[in-house]
């Protein structure tokens, strides 16, 4: 299906835009979205997964990630039956799932893409993707959002009267949204074209596939606790660990709670209930407390940590030299649509449907450019709170869409292409889904929480 989708937004790119007589703002568009895929995003890729995917390899090689996903394998076993309970693929996707929900896209990616590798050890048949692939996808195309730090960042910079209110909005509105995508991707799983894309696929290499049934929770702790002993802590570790948590809980404390030690909070923070303070000191304090956290466990289980950072970090290079080409592909052919005028003509023809169901004009291209491209969709953020100024319950509206779903192309491009997968079979359709669950979502919830 990318093969016809991409095809066709570059036909029609070179049609509207001869027929509006801008094929040079769109030949312009073809070559700065090639640079822009090299540079400055895939080199910011390249950094970004460096240091994640060494932080992962010190997790991985700590146990950190198999105890996570021990404590996730109810839930993680009913999303992806397929993957056995102890393989490192589910350590990888309970992170990959945790930054998406913290909000931390440029963690989430690299992330998402150890999972996708790991992913691809179990697939006999290579270039089709299995359903576990697919169901990944789903995950991170609609991703529960706690907090939608850059649609919050506009806002502010908007001088907004409370641009925290769409905590609870964006909350809500990917909840729906994240519930509709596994659904979408359960369902069509099961259907007869995708079944036939899988099963019609030779098996071309032998994996060793232990299915989730084959293993009893009994032995999968078990395995857990050999782990544990393979790896011996340094003498205190859990005291230095129990030492940290109570240093990270203090700080917390003290800058969201800054009243329990008499000092007044400030007058925005007071405004809001407890939960979403939490929520907002959380979001600021994460990312730097996980970079320690990984290294620190690593240490304490004896394992030599700088060199197996090293190690991990070199899998960004070769990671970046497979995704490169569908990346630039898959922006070039959005960038020419976009300059051809194919954005606004989209525009116009929706907007007397749309119109009918209480979903306001101006939000349909946004919904329409969201799946393709993230920084177009910001644009057109941005666009709208000049607009309509950032307070207004159409703005909160587009604000608190630009977090329930993400780039869904540019994620399947990303995703798929780092193991080569062709036969995409269903995971296109329910990222569509949710693409078009979420502004519906974020219209109806903002209307009933904001009036």
């Known amino acids: 299906m990318l093969n016809y989708i991409w095809l066709a937004l570059i036909v029609l790119a070179v049609l509207i835009g001869g027929f509006h007589g801008n094929l040079g703002a769109v030949g312009d568009a073809a070559v700065d979205k090639a640079k822009y895929a090299v540079y400055p995003l895939g080199t910011t890729l390249l950094a970004v997964m460096t240091l994640w995917l060494g932080l992962m390899r010190l997790a991985e090689k700590a146990g950190l990630i198999h105890r996570l996903g021990l404590a996730l394998r109810p839930l993680l076993r009913l999303l992806f039956p397929e993957v056995p309970p102890d393989h490192p693929a589910l350590g990888a996707i309970v992170l990959n799932v945790s930054a998406n929900i913290l909000g931390l896209n440029n963690a989430a990616t690299p992330l998402g893409l150890r999972a996708m590798s790991e992913l691809d050890k179990l697939n006999p048949r290579p270039g089709v993707a299995t359903n576990a692939m697919c169901m990944l996808l789903a995950i991170n195309t609609a991703s529960i959002t706690l907090i939608p730090v850059t649609a919050i960042g506009f806002l502010v910079a908007a001088k907004g009267r409370d641009p925290f209110v769409i905590i609870g909005t964006s909350l809500a509105a990917t909840a729906i949204t994240q519930f509709f995508g596994i659904c979408a991707c359960k369902l069509l799983e099961k259907t007869a074209w995708s079944r036939r894309q899988l099963e019609s696929?030779?098996?071309?290499?032998?994996?060793?596939?232990?299915?989730?049934?084959?293993?009893?929770?009994?032995?999968?702790?078990?395995?857990?606790?050999?782990?544990?002993?393979?790896?011996?802590?340094?003498?205190?570790?859990?005291?230095i660990l129990a030492g940290f948590a109570g240093i990270f809980i203090g700080v917390t404390l003290a800058f969201g709670f800054p009243e329990l030690d008499g000092v007044a909070p400030l007058p925005d923070a007071a405004r809001h209930a407890w939960p979403i303070r939490l929520i907002n000191q959380l979001s600021t304090e994460v990312l730097p407390w996980l970079i320690m956290l990984f290294p620190l466990y690593a240490m304490l289980r004896r394992i030599p940590v700088y060199?197996?950072?090293?190690?991990?970090?070199?899998?960004?290079?070769?990671?970046?030299?497979?995704?490169?080409?569908?990346?630039?592909?898959?922006?070039?052919?959005?960038?020419?649509?976009?300059?051809?005028?194919?954005?606004?003509?989209?525009?116009?023809?929706?907007?007397?449907?749309?119109?009918?169901?209480?979903?306001?004009?101006?939000?349909?291209?946004?919904?329409?450019?969201?799946?393709?491209?993230?920084?177009?969709?910001?644009?057109?953020?941005?666009?709208?709170?000049?607009?309509?100024?950032?307070?207004?319950?159409?703005?909160?509206?587009?604000?608190?869409f630009y977090g329930c779903s993400e780039t869904t192309f540019y994620v399947i491009a990303v995703y798929f292409g780092s193991v080569g997968i062709k036969v995409s079979r269903h995971a296109i359709l329910a990222g569509i889904v949710a693409d078009a669950v979420g502004p519906i979502a974020a219209v109806i919830v903002c209307r009933a929480m904001l009036g």
Do not use: C
């Open 201 to 239: 696929a030779p098996v071309s290499r032998e994996v060793e596939v232990v299915t989730a049934r084959a293993t009893e929770g009994s032995e999968v702790q078990a395995s857990a606790e050999r782990a544990d002993e393979s790896l011996p802590w340094v003498p205190g570790a859990k005291w």
């Open 307 to 400: 060199d197996q950072f090293v190690e991990g970090g070199k899998e960004a290079v070769q990671v970046i030299l497979r995704i490169l080409p569908y990346l630039v592909g898959m922006l070039v052919a959005v960038g020419m649509f976009s300059a051809a005028g194919g954005m606004d003509m989209i525009k116009i023809v929706l907007s007397p449907v749309t119109n009918l169901f209480g979903f306001p004009a101006d939000l349909v291209p946004m919904a329409v450019i969201r799946p393709f491209s993230s920084a177009a969709a910001q644009g057109l953020l941005a666009d709208l709170i000049q607009k309509h100024g950032p307070d207004d319950i159409v703005t909160l509206m587009a604000a608190t």
